[in-house]
């Protein structure tokens, strides 16, 4: 029997659901768009959206579950709730730090953040970063916390510099 995912996070968009699953299901390997599901008739005096429009995507990137829903306007993303990308290779943090960042806040990019098109947080990392981090107050963390603060899209082999001394 599969797994089945219990916490799907739901990203609320004013209408753009749709065209943000295909925005990142183009981006990440392995993704998917599972489900669409509409509005209908019922509810409409307080939902407001006309009938078979788009109210739910739900879809897979990379094999994590996602829905995105159309709700209107009344809320916004903001950087409280963001999404890591764990990378292994300069290569890899580069094509998602690109495809995420098109269009988006060049503004909301430091210390390996970054805001898509749609306004939704992302953490672009190095896979590596968690370990260099890891012992507080020793001049090594020290060294890569410094550097990490002056980039916005991350640098591999500048850290392991720093961390190196």
Not at 14 to 42: L, M
């Amino acid at each position: 029997m599969a797994s089945i995912q219990q916490i799907v996070p739901c990203l609320w968009f004013d209408s753009q659901a749709e065209d943000a699953a295909n925005f990142y299901i183009g981006i990440f390997d392995n993704s998917k768009i599972t489900q669409i599901t509409h509005y209908t008739e019922a509810g409409k005096d307080i939902h407001g959206r006309q009938p078979g429009s788009v109210l739910t995507v739900s879809f897979s990137l990379n094999g994590t579950e996602f829905t995105a829903m159309n709700g209107g306007p009344m809320f916004k993303f903001s950087e409280a709730i963001s999404f890591q990308v764990m990378c292994e290779s300069q290569q890899e943090l580069d094509r998602y730090w690109l495809h995420l960042g098109e269009g988006g806040d060049p503004a909301a990019q430091q210390c390996g953040w970054l805001k898509d098109k749609f306004g939704l947080s992302w953490q672009v990392v190095p896979r590596v970063l968690m370990e260099m981090i890891k012992d507080h107050g020793a001049a090594k963390t020290e060294r890569v916390m410094a550097a990490l603060m002056g980039m916005k899209k991350l640098d591999i082999a500048a850290l392991q510099r720093a961390y190196a001394g």
